[in-house]
């Protein structure tokens, strides 16, 4: 059973703390990616796990036995590196045999692994070809079959994706997804690219400072994000945050706008509208006064950037062929069930917003 299970996980580094208290349960075959900014503390709780490094203080248990002072060969677990780790000198096969060799396995289970590894990856026509002879997709390919060969209780990836270019990242995170739904294990990934935490993950842990912001499904981090950190990190582009004062059911944003909230928030608060979530029309509508300053063109989609009144930039998405001018004056409208509200000075949610009876249909800033 690949069952994982961390408790009180911590790290110091002499008296800088870089891991705070990580406790997780992760289920067996599920899809667990860890995702945050450089320095967050994800790598570092990956080699915790792979036991690369040891933790200060905590536990962890793979299968139901506690691994916290066994070495890597001894837990269970097969780690995909974001730099291939390949030997140079070996062809594919020997890069896929030699782990198994080490371990003294026996010829014809060799045989049987590495087919099957083989048989899941495409990697038949470039066994006798050595890591030099192959492209960085196909590289990858080799270090998570030499993953698969070993039978693992757990895989554990470390930004596998970052040295690809666009196109084969997009290509080998389907693999990586396919790899998933065929093998049905237990995968715990880490990636600083919230796209491929949304696109492949049963549950995502977002991480900063060392601390887990939030843990959830891709639409829960996306749709009821914990905190401000969450909801600018999750979603692209990330979510808008506007200053705003809150008090008696009624919001006022960017210094004049005002649209009915939760009575629940009072005092200065954050609104955070997802792109999506804005409505615009010319100036001089009743609603968040702007001018375009910004068109973003992606083919099937725009995003606009819009300056409030009060300097505040927000990202609007539109419609490709959407005829705005820069420098055009245009008024922004919130789209009903688009508000999120945040302490301003915690940043912790404290209204889903907008439940149905704090925010009618009509849902403007007037």
């Not at 008296?15 to 860890?34: N, P």
């Not at 036991?51 to 139901?64: A, H, N, R, W």
């Not at 919130?334 to 945040?342: D, T």
């Amino acid at each position: 059973m690949g069952k994982l299970v961390l408790e009180g996980i911590s790290k110091r580094f002499g008296a800088v703390e870089v891991l705070k208290t990580v406790d997780l349960d992760v289920a067996d075959g599920e899809f667990i990616v860890i995702v945050g900014p450089s320095g967050c503390g994800k790598s570092t709780l990956l080699r915790i796990i792979a036991g690369l490094s040891d933790q200060s203080t905590g536990k962890v248990l793979i299968g139901g036995r506690d691994v916290s002072s066994l070495p890597p060969s001894k837990r269970g677990i097969a780690m995909v590196f974001q730099s291939y780790a390949l030997y140079p000198h070996l062809t594919v096969e020997g890069n896929l045999t030699l782990g198994l060799k080490q371990a003294r396995t026996a010829a014809s289970l060799i045989a049987e692994r590495v087919a099957e590894a083989v048989r899941i990856l495409a990697l038949e026509p470039f066994l006798k070809r050595r890591p030099g002879e192959l492209s960085g997709g196909q590289r990858q390919r080799v270090a998570i079959g030499r993953a698969i060969v070993r039978h693992p209780e757990v895989f554990l990836f470390d930004e596998p994706l970052s040295n690809l270019d666009a196109a084969l990242r997009n290509q080998v995170r389907a693999e990586i997804a396919d790899l998933h739904r065929r093998l049905g294990a237990t995968m715990v990934y880490v990636t600083h690219d919230q796209v491929e935490a949304m696109t492949l993950a049963d549950r995502i842990i977002v991480m900063n400072g060392g601390i887990v912001q939030q843990i959830g499904t891709p639409s829960e981090l996306y749709r009821r994000p914990a905190n401000a950190f969450v909801a600018t990190f999750i979603g692209s582009p990330g979510m808008n945050m506007v200053a705003g004062t809150a008090g008696g059911g009624v919001l006022t944003l960017a210094g004049s706008g005002r649209l009915p909230c939760s009575a629940a928030a009072n005092g200065a608060v954050t609104a955070g509208i997802r792109p999506n979530g804005f409505e615009i029309l010319p100036g001089g509508n009743d609603g968040l006064a702007g001018t375009v300053i910004a068109s973003e063109y992606l083919g099937a989609e725009s995003f606009l950037r819009v300056r409030l009144a009060d300097g505040t930039v927000v990202t609007v998405h539109e419609h490709p062929d959407h005829g705005w001018l820069i420098d055009q004056p245009v008024t922004l409208r919130l789209r009903p069930g688009n508000l999120h509200l945040f302490d301003a000075a915690s940043g912790v949610r404290i209204a889903e917003g907008p439940d149905a009876a704090a925010q009618p249909a009509a849902a403007r800033v007037a």
